[in-house]
């Protein structure tokens, strides 16, 4: 069976991190880039990071910056994303998501995470910042 799965994540206090992993079962994860979204119950899901097959990294949200870093380890075939200085506001349900591959392979969205067609999403992670 062909899926994505996620593990980390639960309660943290403010100030605190929190690493999110993301395993693929029945394929290898290095072909394609993993997207990491996250969603507030009752608003929209936004993408937040991506990372490509070589392990470049892109940004679509700035309250991030400096605080999130996603990683691979092709070898576990899994990608990380690492929270650090959490935020109340930070608390959503978070997904990985492997980004589907196009006629130049599995490539992450310049600007618009909307824009990348999703093959595998995880089963989704919350993360609860609360004190």
């Known amino acids: 069976q062909l899926q994505v799965v996620q593990s980390g994540g639960g309660l943290v206090q403010p100030g605190e991190s929190a690493r999110l992993s993301c395993t693929a079962s029945g394929f290898f994860l290095d072909y394609y880039a993993i997207g990491w979204f996250r969603q507030v119950p009752g608003k929209e899901r936004e993408g937040i990071l991506c990372?490509?097959?070589?392990?470049?990294?892109?940004k679509y949200i700035k309250d991030v910056e400096g605080r999130f870093t996603v990683s691979r380890d092709d070898a576990k075939n899994t990608v990380y994303l690492q929270m650090n200085n959490l935020k109340p506001e930070d608390t959503a349900f978070y997904y990985c998501a492997t980004v589907s591959r196009g006629p130049d392979g599995s490539r992450c969205a310049k600007s618009d995470p909307k824009s990348m067609i999703i093959d595998y999403w995880g089963q989704g992670t919350l993360v609860t910042v609360s004190s």
């Open positions: 990372i490509g097959t070589s392990g470049d990294g892109t």
